[in-house]
């Protein structure tokens, strides 16, 4: 199975500061196609999760475009251009790039 | 518009079988690429994935639990069923079905809580 690794646990964020979420894998994500089989999504409180970024690095319907993905390979990362109060909530990487479908344990954004 | 909605019981006893079903409008199965899966959430814990159905009937399972679950569809109802066998106090939790295509798990229902108590 992969092994997807996020760091950090917590994140305490100020509004309108920058934010970034690490996500690594214990294989490469990266098809011969050339995509990176990594998405991320944000579970706000008391809520389903919602996907933000597709193929590590496009951006879901709807989702703003303070919201990136990047990397590849088995390092990946999710940044925040400028945190706002909505964006509080747990993110998680999850892999697609092989069954199982793994994800990562999560990093809790909190506004400070 | 594309959602879905899980229905099944909020209370099993252990060693009872859960059936979940998923019924979705706004996408059909019969579409190439298309799929619908289950993923899970203990209390404050991580998702955790359990299975995939594909528009071709291809079927994926979480290895750990491969042999407790079964998953179908049926086409003509917009429904996705989960089966899982023996059920336990560890698999209480809340329940999601999602659309999926290589674009990631782009719809997901509102979850069900399951709990599995005697």
């Known amino acids: 199975d992969i092994v997807m690794t996020q760091s950090p646990f917590s994140l305490p964020v100020t509004p309108g500061e920058p934010a970034s979420i690490s996500c690594r894998s214990s294989?490469?994500?990266?098809?011969?196609?050339?995509?990176?089989?990594l998405d991320w999504y944000l579970q706000k409180p008391g809520q389903s999760p919602q996907l933000l970024i597709f193929?590590?690095?496009n951006r879901a319907s709807g989702v703003p475009d303070r919201f990136s993905g990047s990397g590849s390979g088995t390092d990946f990362t999710l940044k925040i251009s400028r945190v706002e109060a909505e964006d509080v909530g747990v993110y998680y990487c999850?892999?697609?790039?092989?069954?199982?479908?793994?994800f990562g344990g999560g990093t809790r954004v909190e506004i400070k | 518009q594309i959602t879905l909605k899980e229905s099944g019981p909020t209370l099993v006893k252990p060693t009872q079988t859960l059936t979940l079903t998923c019924t979705f409008s706004?996408?059909?199965?019969?579409?190439?690429?298309?799929?619908v899966g289950w993923i899970r959430q203990p209390p404050g814990k991580a998702l955790e994935w359990l299975a995939l159905?594909?528009?071709?009937?291809?079927?994926r399972y979480s290895p750990s639990l491969k042999s407790s679950l079964t998953i179908t569809k049926d086409t003509s109802k917009n429904q996705v069923v989960l089966k899982m066998t023996n059920m336990d106090p560890v698999d209480t939790g809340t329940y999601y079905c999602?659309?999926?295509?290589?674009?990631?798990?782009?719809?997901w229902g509102q979850g069900t809580l399951v709990t599995v108590s005697s």
């Open positions: 706004g996408f059909s199965l019969i579409t190439n690429g298309a799929g």
């Open positions: 294989q490469s994500l990266l098809h011969n196609n050339g995509y990176n089989y």
């Open positions: 159905i594909y528009w071709d009937d291809d079927k």
């Open positions: 193929l590590g690095s």
């Open positions: 999602a659309h999926k295509t290589n674009s990631g798990f782009d719809h």
């Open positions: 999850m892999q697609t790039r092989q069954t199982p479908l793994t």
